[in-house]
């Protein structure tokens, strides 16, 4: 009949209508489920990449400290090279004006020393001449008397004060070399300590400059990586932004939906139950 008809239309389109409420419903629980562990994956992400960009922040900033440190250490191993050989100049301009003097001094003792051996030589000839002629005279009796001739009584301590003067003179050459001697030794140690500082100072130099130029390299690196985390960093919040777009209406009113959605689709099963006969009780 027609009346058979129309309810078995009405029926039909229920149950189409039944059949849509539910996939919908399916549909936005799938949705608020994507929509939670999405956010939630983004968060994690976003806090990981933040922790992230904050070592690199602290690796690069540590990394500036070392090159500085590194640069500084550098200049001031060039800088104590360069005055160590300024002391070394010093030194040997020092020595120099030492050995000079030390020339000079051995010189004039030298010189001195001949003098006074000439002198003393000429005095201990002519006191010998004299003595001799001494003997000599006792053996002849002049003709006419004469006043006895007898040597400076002062001559003897002369020639001893010039025999004092040879000996302090040759003391003075003797103590004068021994000391030149000292002198050299001595300088030619600071000339050895000076270039095994200088040896250890350029090998500094080598190493830290090696080390300078991986800790640049190890910041060009660190400074790539965190404009890359930057970069990361905006994709994912240009990515929760478009969440939140997405579901931020679905997560606020997900459970009133769904009871909304159950609720039509409860009284469309009880209108089919009228019409196929049932009770609503």
């Given at each position: ?58 690796l690069i900033d540590k990394l500036a400290s070392d090159i500085k440190a590194l640069n500084d250490g550098i200049a001031e191993a060039k800088a104590q090279i360069v005055q160590l ?15 000079n003097e030390f020339q000079q001094t051995v010189a004039d003792q030298t010189t001195t020393v001949e003098v006074l051996k000439k002198a003393l030589d000429r005095l201990a000839k ?156």
């Amino acid at each position: 009949s027609v009346e058979l008809d129309g309810f078995t239309k009405v029926k039909a389109a229920i149950d189409k209508m039944i059949s849509a409420l539910k996939v919908q419903q399916a549909d936005e629980v799938k949705k608020n489920d994507w929509c939670k562990d999405g956010l939630h994956q983004n968060e994690m992400d976003t806090e990981k990449k933040n922790d992230q960009k904050g070592d690199l922040e602290a690796l690069i900033d540590k990394l500036a400290s070392d090159i500085k440190a590194l640069n500084d250490g550098i200049a001031e191993a060039k800088a104590q090279i360069v005055q160590l050989h300024v002391d070394l100049q010093r030194a040997s301009d020092d020595r120099a004006n030492e050995n000079n003097e030390f020339q000079q001094t051995v010189a004039d003792q030298t010189t001195t020393v001949e003098v006074l051996k000439k002198a003393l030589d000429r005095l201990a000839k002519f006191y010998d001449l004299l003595q001799q002629g001494e003997v000599a005279g006792d053996r002849q009796t002049p003709p006419v008397p004469q006043m006895e001739y007898k040597p400076n009584a002062g001559s003897t301590g002369v020639m001893e004060m010039i025999e004092k003067l040879i000996h302090e003179a040759r003391e003075l050459v003797a103590e004068a070399k021994k000391s030149e001697s000292e002198a050299q030794a001595a300088y030619e140690q600071t000339v050895a300590d000076t270039n095994r500082s200088v040896e250890d100072l350029q090998k500094e130099i080598v190493s830290k400059t090696q080390a300078l130029s991986e800790t640049e390299e190890d910041k060009r690196q660190a400074e790539s990586d965190h404009a890359d985390t930057l970069k990361e960093l905006e994709g994912l919040a240009k990515y929760e932004a478009k969440l939140h777009k997405d579901c931020d209406f679905l997560l606020k009113n997900f459970d009133l939906r769904q009871k909304a959605r159950q609720d039509e689709l409860e009284s469309l099963q009880q209108a089919k139950s009228i019409l196929n006969g049932a009770s609503l009780a």
